[in-house]
């Protein structure tokens, strides 16, 4: 058994989602900050809609990983999986 198809367990789920999903909500939450600076000819006012948007998503990811994450880390604990 490979290492990836051990951690996709059903029982692994819980800790990995939130590693996964959070830096999901990263790397849209960058696009959102600076996604922008390659379209300087667009309107401000779409810019900040588009930013708008992509923040959602952004939340979308951020807020169940971070719910599913406190069911199974709580903030001072450093990251180790059960055995």
């Known amino acids: 058994m ?3 198809s ?3 367990q059903p029982g692994h789920w819980p800790y990995i989602a939130p590693i996964v999903m959070l830096f999901l909500s ?3 939450m960058t696009l ?3 996604g922008h600076l390659k379209f300087k000819a667009v309107s401000l006012a779409v810019v900040i809609l588009v930013s708008w948007g992509i923040a959602f998503v952004e ?3 951020a807020v169940p990983a971070n719910r599913i994450g406190s069911a199974v880390y709580s903030p001072a604990e450093p990251r180790r999986f059960k055995k």
Do not use: E, Q, R
């Open 6 to 8: 051990s951690l996709i």
């Open 59 to 61: 939340y979308c990811f």
């Open 2 to 4: 490979s290492f990836v």
């Open 26 to 28: 990263n790397l849209f």
């Open 32 to 34: 959102a900050w600076y």
